[in-house]
């Protein structure tokens, strides 16, 4: 939807993203268990990838889903026996 609507809808995303890994951090930063402590670092390093990304989508001014900085953002494997990721 944001790519589609772009400029400030792209923007509007990045800042939700931004909010998102603020609060995973404040938790990480609670008294939690070893094992939620691993499971949150990891979820941390997906959304900084994220917000990342969705910056620089942001920066490039996509405005389409054929736009190749967006395309290039996509992952699709085809195997020979037929499964696809």
Sequence with gaps: DAIIK???AMQALFEKRR???LDV???VRGDIT????KTLGSLVVMDVHNRDITAELADANIT???D???Q??????HHADGNSA
């Design 19 to 21: 909010e998102e890994l």
């Design 64 to 66: 389409g889903v054929l």
């Design 68 to 70: 190749f900085d967006w």
């Design 72 to 77: 290039a953002h996509l992952r699709y494997y």
């Design 6 to 8: 772009g400029g400030a």
């Design 34 to 37: 070893k094992m939620l402590r």
């Design 25 to 27: 951090v404040k938790s």
